[in-house]
């Protein structure tokens, strides 16, 4: 679903993601239609604007992430300040890319935020990571919670650096689907929902860096 006020930046987005044999199942140009919209056709990924002339993106974003089941949200804006990209964030869109991003970076995005990984346009992906570590000033690697495997906790470090499940699988020498089981035994453990929510876990405890 293609969420953006500007018609002929709007049908030029469908259109790319039809030529790349996406099913657009709906577009919109106003966010509280959107939110309508979404309840209906339950979209698997929504691409939104954050300037919408009735409600602001960040809202709609909110409001999508309330759905059940939630859809994931890339955000597509010509903004790339650091307040925009953190409330988006914090909103709980899966990741953030600028309109000023070619074609295949930005269906790349659109399939990596399919598979469920947090994606950011490049120099936006140390702000959003910087900005998790601040918030969780007082979390150390040594703070305590569920205990990993060896193996879990490195496949967790690897999501955090943002490799694909694919990348992970070969770089370990395990199947694909050895990793995604992996993953969803650590999230089955740490209680938490999504990858996105894996890779702040994984920040806050500073497993990028290692």
Same mark, same amino acid.
């Given at each position: 679903?293609? *969420?953006?006020?500007?018609?002929?930046?709007?049908?030029?987005?469908? &259109?790319?993601?039809?030529?790349?044999?996406?099913?657009?199942?709906?577009?919109?140009?106003?966010?509280?239609? =959107?939110? &309508?919209? =979404?309840?209906?056709?339950?979209?698997?990924? *929504?691409?939104?604007?954050? !300037?919408?002339?009735?409600?602001?993106?960040?809202?709609?974003?909110?409001?999508?992430?309330?759905?059940?089941?939630?859809?994931?949200?890339?955000?597509?804006?010509?903004?790339?300040?650091?307040?925009? *990209?953190?409330?988006?964030?914090?909103?709980? =869109?899966?990741?953030?890319?600028?309109?000023? =991003?070619?074609?295949?970076?930005?269906?790349?995005?659109? &399939?990596?935020?399919?598979?469920?990984?947090?994606?950011?346009?490049?120099?936006?992906?140390?702000?959003?990571?910087?900005?998790?570590? &601040?918030?969780?000033?007082?979390?150390?690697?040594?703070?305590?919670?569920?205990?990993?495997?060896?193996?879990?906790?490195? $496949?967790?470090?690897? *999501?955090?650096?943002?490799?694909?499940?694919?990348?992970?699988?070969?770089?370990? $020498?395990?199947?694909?689907?050895?990793?995604? /089981?992996?993953?969803? /035994?650590?999230? /089955?453990?740490?209680?938490?929902? /999504?990858?996105?929510?894996?890779?702040?876990?994984?920040?806050? !405890?500073?497993?990028?860096?290692?």
């Amino acid at each position: 679903m293609v *969420v953006d006020d500007h018609p002929m930046w709007r049908d030029a987005v469908a &259109r790319d993601l039809g030529e790349a044999d996406y099913d657009v199942v709906a577009t919109t140009g106003e966010g509280r239609q =959107a939110l &309508r919209v =979404a309840a209906a056709v339950r979209p698997d990924v *929504v691409i939104l604007d954050l !300037r919408l002339p009735d409600l602001p993106g960040v809202e709609v974003a909110r409001g999508l992430a309330a759905c059940d089941p939630p859809p994931r949200v890339l955000v597509l804006s010509a903004s790339a300040e650091q307040e925009d *990209v953190l409330e988006a964030v914090k909103a709980g =869109a899966s990741g953030y890319l600028v309109k000023s =991003a070619g074609r295949e970076e930005f269906l790349d995005a659109v &399939r990596r935020t399919a598979e469920g990984e947090p994606v950011f346009t490049p120099g936006l992906a140390g702000l959003v990571l910087g900005e998790y570590r &601040r918030l969780a000033g007082r979390t150390g690697p040594d703070s305590g919670g569920p205990r990993l495997t060896d193996r879990e906790t490195e $496949v967790l470090r690897l *999501v955090a650096k943002g490799l694909s499940y694919k990348q992970i699988a070969e770089r370990l $020498v395990l199947s694909h689907r050895t990793v995604q /089981n992996h993953v969803q /035994n650590t999230l /089955n453990k740490l209680q938490l929902h /999504n990858r996105v929510e894996l890779v702040r876990y994984a920040i806050e !405890r500073g497993l990028d860096e290692e």
